[in-house]
C-alpha cells in the first residue's frame, strides 16, 4: 500500500516537472530574445534618425539649375529676372505718382478757385505740382500774345493749345514706363519658352551622347526647362495686370487735370488781365 503511494506521489512530481519545464523553456527563450528584439529596434532607428536628420538635396530645382546650368539657361534666367525688377519697380513708383496727383487734383479743386486772383491760387500750389505747371504756362500764354507769327491766332486759340500742350506733357510724364510693362507682358512668356526648348534640346542632347534613355539624363535638363517655364509666366502675369491698373488709373487721374484745365481756360477768357503777381 505504501508502495503505491509512494509511485503516485512519483507520479504526480514528474508530471508537474514535465508541465513546468515547457513553461520554464519559453520564458528562458522570450527572455534570451527580447534583448535582441529591443536592440533591433534601436539599430533600425539610427538609421532613419540620421536619414531624417540629413537635409536631402534636390538636384533638379532651381539651385541645381543656377550652380550647373550652361551660360544659355544663366542669360535667360537673368533677364528674366531684371525683366521681373524693372516691372514691379515701375508698377510701385507709378501707383505712387497717381496717388500723389490724385491727391493734388481734389486739393485743387477746393481751393485753387476760391482764391481772390489765379497769382494767388498758384502761389498756393507746390514748386513741383502738375497744376501749378499747367496754370503757369496758361497765364504765361494769356499775358504774352504777341509777335509777328503769333499774330494771327486769335486768344482763345492760343491759350487753348498752349494748355492743352501742358496737359500733354503732364499725360506723357504719368504714363512714362507703361511701354515697358507691355513689353514685358508680351515677351516674357516667350523668353521662359525658348528657355523651355533650350532645356529639352539639352535633354535629347544628353540621351544621344549617352546612347540610352535614363531617367538621370532627362530629369535634370526638363526640370530647368519647366522652372524657365514657370518663371517666365510668373513675370508676364505681374507685368499685365499692373499695366491694365495702371491705363484705368492714369485714365481717372488725367480726366481730373483736364477738368481743372477746363476751367482754368474760362477763368482765363473771362477775365482777360491776370492779376499781377
Same mark, same amino acid.
Not at 69 to 89: F, P, Q, R
Given at each position: ?11 504526480? /512530481?514528474?508530471? $508537474?516537472?514535465?508541465? !513546468? ?14 534583448? #535582441? ?13 540620421? /536619414? ?19 551660360? !544659355? ?36 479743386? /477746393? =481751393? ?37 507769327? #503769333? ?44 528657355? #523651355? ?7 535629347? =542632347? ?18 530647368? $526647362? ?25 485714365? =481717372? !487721374? ?20 491776370? =492779376?499781377?503777381?
Amino acid at each position: 500500500m505504501i508502495s503505491r503511494i509512494s509511485g503516485l506521489f512519483a507520479a504526480i /512530481a514528474f508530471a $508537474a516537472a514535465m508541465a !513546468v519545464s515547457p513553461v520554464q523553456a519559453q520564458e528562458a527563450a522570450a527572455s534570451a530574445a527580447a534583448p #535582441t528584439e529591443a536592440v533591433a529596434p534601436a539599430a533600425d532607428a539610427a538609421p532613419v534618425a540620421q /536619414a531624417a536628420a540629413k537635409p536631402i538635396d534636390n538636384p533638379y530645382g532651381l539651385q541645381a539649375m543656377i550652380a550647373h546650368g550652361d551660360m !544659355v539657361s544663366k542669360g535667360v534666367l537673368a533677364l528674366l529676372l531684371i525683366m521681373s525688377m524693372g516691372s514691379w519697380y515701375i508698377l510701385i513708383t507709378k501707383l505712387w505718382d497717381t496717388q500723389k496727383l490724385s491727391n493734388e487734383a481734389k486739393e485743387v479743386r /477746393a =481751393t485753387f478757385f476760391k482764391k481772390a486772383s489765379l497769382a494767388e491760387g498758384i502761389k498756393g500750389l507746390k514748386e513741383a505740382s502738375a497744376f501749378r505747371y499747367i496754370a503757369a504756362n496758361a497765364i504765361e500764354a494769356s499775358e504774352h500774345h504777341e509777335g509777328a507769327l #503769333t499774330e494771327n491766332i486769335d486768344h482763345n486759340t492760343w491759350v487753348s493749345t498752349n494748355i492743352e500742350r501742358s496737359v500733354a506733357e503732364v499725360q506723357g510724364r504719368v504714363q512714362t514706363g507703361l511701354g515697358f510693362l507691355a513689353t514685358v507682358g508680351s515677351t516674357s512668356p516667350f523668353i521662359g519658352l525658348f528657355g #523651355t526648348v533650350w532645356g529639352i534640346l539639352q535633354a535629347l =542632347t544628353a540621351i544621344g551622347v549617352a546612347g540610352q534613355a535614363s531617367i538621370d539624363k532627362v530629369a535634370g535638363p526638363v526640370g530647368e $526647362a519647366l522652372i524657365m517655364t514657370a518663371i517666365g509666366l510668373g513675370v508676364a502675369v505681374p507685368a499685365v495686370l499692373g499695366y491694365n491698373w495702371l491705363v484705368n488709373r492714369n485714365k =481717372t !487721374v488725367m480726366g481730373q487735370v483736364r477738368a481743372f484745365a477746363g476751367d482754368l481756360h474760362g477763368v482765363l477768357m473771362g477775365n482777360r488781365q491776370v =492779376t499781377k503777381r
